[in-house]
């Protein structure tokens, strides 16, 4: 069974403070590791890692992947309260499209 | 271009009752997908279509019925409405794996 685990569940933080997120995962049938954010509404699209050790920035947003020990991490630096949300890990599997599978999500609050 | 609408945004059932969940793209993507949400248990593949006349089942298929007669739409049926079927619903769609979702749809049944 696809496994996606996220850590941590929840964390609460200061505007300017910089948080790591987690995402490990045990699937079979590897494409690539989404990112997503989601504010009370649909998730939106953040990133997408399909290599080993190439970083995608987006502002101050990035994300890379270590397909070896099988995890990604989500950057956010000097973070502002419009980041607070649920940031999605997804893992896609599957020979032709990806079928996506999520973990639990880590809940983000930012403090003025 | 409206990307991935769904209808009708909030919907109450009651137990034993069917309704369908509507989902269309203007994307003119191949891939669709159903998923449901429940709290702190992320977002759960139901159905999934690689293009019209093709659906398989995801992780939690059981109680849903789809069909994909034309690249644009993919309903969601219910047939018989269960309580453990209370969640928000997201259709959506893609090429490859980058999936964009739709709004969504609370459903309640009591």
């Known amino acids: 069974e696809d496994k996606v685990v996220q850590s941590p569940l929840s964390l609460v933080v200061h505007e300017g403070d910089t948080v790591t997120l987690n995402c490990s995962y045990e699937?079979?049938?590897?494409?690539?590791l989404l990112w997503y954010k989601q504010e009370k509404k649909a998730p939106t699209f953040l990133f997408m890692l399909?290599?080993?050790?190439i970083e995608k920035k987006s502002g101050r947003l990035s994300s890379i992947l270590d397909k070896k020990e099988l995890f990604s991490i989500l950057n956010i630096t000097a973070t502002q309260t419009g980041d607070s949300a649920v940031y999605l890990c997804a893992v896609a599997t599957g020979t032709s499209y990806g079928k996506l599978t999520f973990g639990q999500g880590t809940i983000l609050t930012v403090h003025p | 271009n409206a990307g991935v609408t769904q209808t009708p945004k909030f919907q109450v059932l009651k137990t034993g009752q069917s309704m369908t969940l509507q989902c269309a793209q203007d994307m003119n993507h191949e891939y669709m997908s159903w998923y449901r949400q429940d709290p702190g248990m992320g977002l759960r593949l139901i159905h999934y279509s690689v293009g019209a006349g093709i659906t398989d089942q995801g992780e939690v298929p059981n109680g849903y019925n789809v069909s994909r007669s034309t690249t644009e739409d993919f309903p969601l049926r219910l047939l018989s409405a269960a309580p453990s079927q209370t969640s928000v619903y997201f259709c959506?769609?893609?090429?490859?794996?980058?999936?964009?979702f739709g709004p969504g749809t609370r459903l309640t049944v009591l």
């Open positions: 959506a769609t893609g090429s490859t794996d980058t999936q964009y």
């Open positions: 699937v079979t049938n590897f494409r690539s």
């Open positions: 399909t290599s080993s050790g």
